[in-house]
């Protein structure tokens, strides 16, 4: 008995969350090198980025995108969840250039913190401004 009781309290933790994409700290965004770096190094160091674009003269920018949704406390509470519930969201892009020499030309970050309420909280963070990436 008291197993399922832990495997259901662990399976409502885990339900209040979901992230996608690259996480990128600033420490290793510091490790690059402008003028220096080169995509490889830069892969290494990153891995592997959720978006890649190039140019026919040899450019190439990539983008590391993170994307974290978390569900308020309120969602799990009955016949409330529903009325007054909602969710808080992160958003992290780091985005490389590279020249023709395949060297880091410039990086540049964002990022974006937003809540969403439902129903009689919709448009009202209820109070809580959400935390801005670290990236």
Request: hydrophobic content about 30%.
């Amino acid at each position: 008995m008291m197993s399922r009781i832990s495997a259901t309290l662990v399976a409502l933790l885990l339900s209040g969350c979901v992230a996608a994409g690259v996480k990128i700290s600033q420490d290793q965004i510091q490790q690059l090198k402008v003028g220096e770096t080169t995509y490889d190094q830069a892969v290494s160091i990153l891995g592997q980025p959720t978006s890649s674009s190039a140019t026919s003269s040899g450019y190439r920018s990539v983008s590391y995108t993170y994307v974290e949704v978390t569900s308020r406390p309120e969602n799990f509470i009955p016949i409330v969840g529903p009325l007054v519930g909602g969710h808080d969201s992160k958003t992290g892009i780091v985005m490389l250039n590279f020249g023709p020499d395949g060297k880091l030309k410039n990086w540049t970050t964002s990022g974006s913190a937003m809540g969403t309420g439902k129903n009689i909280s919709s448009g009202n963070t209820s109070g809580r401004v959400p935390q801005q990436p670290s990236n």
